[in-house]
């Protein structure tokens, strides 16, 4: 009975999820683009700040720690701060732009081998993770 009951809730949160994801508007069509802009200007005015976590709970850095000092950098042309903040980030940049041109359009972009790259970046960046807090 208390098994048929949790599938009944599981089933109705599930539906309820999908009719909420549908209403949200279409990410493809800018809307990221303009969210990243408006985040890099908060970070570079400090308008807010969002704090990591990880490192809140661990006291660790975690593989994308810096990443907004990165770009809040690079939006000032200085390229050796961008690089400080977080090198790997820097080095993959080029790999994760191939990876999110794949995923916008496959079929201009079919040479990218995008699982072995998606591991690579996920390998490089847990090594990453680990190395930084030795």
Known sequence: ????????????CRSRCTRMLKKLPDMSKGWWLIAALLYLLSARYQLFSLHCP????????????????????????DFAGAYAANPVVVWLSPLIILLVL???NPKNWSFVPAKILTWFCVLVLCLWGIARNL
Do not use: D, E
């Open 1 to 12: 009975m208390l098994s048929t009951l949790m599938r009944k809730m599981a089933a109705s």
């Open 54 to 77: 990880f490192r809140m709970l661990t006291g660790y850095l975690c593989p994308g720690c810096g990443i907004t000092t990165l770009f809040v950098r690079l939006s000032y042309g």
């Open 102 to 104: 794949h995923q916008h």
